[in-house]
């Protein structure tokens, strides 16, 4: 779950010598390559102390989170599209100086971070690496109706699964998450070591969200509450969410307490409204508070009618150039003001 991955520190899995025990790749990737050669250069010379990166895991359709302190350990490090993780979640609160495996939306992340002063720019190495897409695990999982994956294999542009009595296989392309395949920045907007080349950027546009925004208000507001009905109050997607950093959470405030600690669907929503709006401007759409959901929300459908919003309104789309300030942040005589009445 995404708060014990949170967990991960300095005596976690950094300390692991094996590469993993489920390798989706069974030939390594020049991508793949080309990262451990950097992350062993940069600890050997001692120009970073930790490199966090990806690695596999025993369970299929499973990367986790790699935190390297030794070189002898980077052939740990792995890349494939089961690179889920956020990685710039593990970046607030660290002191060291770190070398970090960023794809698109998680230098985004990395920006934000920095421009609110979360980060000390001089004690980060980018790492950037072009992403052309996620697999979502649950796309997947549901396609097989829960059967038991025992391997997993990648064929050019093909995702090969097995198991006991059945083998199946999927394009890539119908089994990216969402926020995937509407992404306009599959390459790092700052890096300071690119991994491999860069892919060619495709903005299409969100057909969900455009359905969504055809709906009446009322319609609007009854899926949102069918969604939200289904919220355990687990708060995971706030943990996976990597602008997510307060030291106490709206939440966990006793004095002023802001909701109340229940299922009811009124504090639910008050919950997700909230936070919402926390990051309203701030949201890169990596979509990892829908990943980390385990009642399956469509999170991304709020957090990308926001984005866009934000973009129509403000002219504004958060982590892509230091030192800027987000769109709630910032004021222009320009802003529209026809909500002022």
């Given amino acids: 779950m995404p708060q014990a991955l949170r967990s991960i520190g300095p005596s976690g899995s950094e300390d692991r010598s094996a590469s993993g025990g489920?390798?989706?790749?069974?030939?390594?990737?020049?991508?793949?390559?080309?990262?451990?050669?950097?992350?062993?250069?940069l600890l050997e010379t001692k120009q970073v102390d930790l490199v966090i990166g990806y690695r596999n895991e025993n369970l299929p359709l499973r990367t986790s989170p790699c935190f390297i302190r030794d070189a002898k350990h980077v052939e740990q490090l792995v890349w494939n599209p089961l690179c889920e993780n956020n990685l710039a979640t593990y970046l607030v609160g660290r002191h060291e100086?770190?070398?970090?495996?960023?794809?698109?939306?998680?230098?985004?992340?990395?920006?934000?971070?920095?421009?609110?002063?979360?980060?000390?720019?001089?004690n980060l190495t980018i790492l950037g690496v072009a992403c052309k897409g996620i697999i979502d695990r649950k796309k997947i999982e549901s396609a097989l109706e829960d059967r038991e994956i025992e391997e997993v294999s990648f064929e050019g542009t093909r995702f090969l699964v097995k198991g006991a009595g059945f083998s199946k296989s999927f394009e890539?392309?119908?089994?990216?998450?969402?926020?995937?395949?509407?992404?306009?920045?599959?390459?790092?907007p700052v890096s300071d070591i690119m991994i491999g080349g860069k892919v060619q950027e495709q903005g299409h546009e969100d057909e969900e969200i455009k359905q969504m925004e055809q709906k009446s208000s009322k319609e609007?507001?009854?899926?949102?509450?069918?969604?939200?009905?289904?919220?355990?109050r687990c708060y995971a997607c706030r943990n996976a969410c990597p602008i997510c950093y307060c030291n106490e959470c709206f939440v966990d405030?006793?004095?002023?307490?802001?909701?109340?600690?229940?299922?009811?669907?009124?504090?639910t929503l008050c919950f997700h409204i909230m936070r919402a709006l926390h990051t309203t401007g701030r949201c890169v759409e990596c979509g990892a508070c829908a990943r980390a959901c385990p009642s399956n929300i469509d999170l991304r459908m709020l957090t990308a009618k926001i984005a866009k919003n934000v973009k129509e309104l403000f002219n504004a789309e958060p982590g892509l150039k230091l030192g800027e300030?987000?769109?709630?942040?910032?004021?222009?005589?320009?802003d529209p003001q026809d909500f002022i009445k």
């Fill in 22 to 41: 489920n390798n989706p790749n069974r030939k390594m990737n020049n991508t793949e390559q080309q990262i451990r050669a950097q992350a062993r250069k």
């Fill in 97 to 122: 100086r770190i070398a970090l495996v960023a794809k698109g939306c998680d230098a985004r992340a990395i920006v934000v971070l920095i421009n609110e002063n979360q980060i000390v720019r001089e």
């Fill in 172 to 188: 890539l392309k119908d089994i990216m998450h969402g926020s995937c395949l509407t992404c306009r920045y599959k390459n790092p």
């Fill in 220 to 232: 609007r507001w009854e899926w949102f509450n069918k969604q939200f009905s289904k919220c355990i």
């Fill in 253 to 267: 405030q006793k004095f002023p307490a802001w909701l109340g600690k229940t299922d009811d669907l009124s504090d």
């Fill in 325 to 334: 300030k987000y769109a709630l942040a910032s004021f222009s005589e320009d």
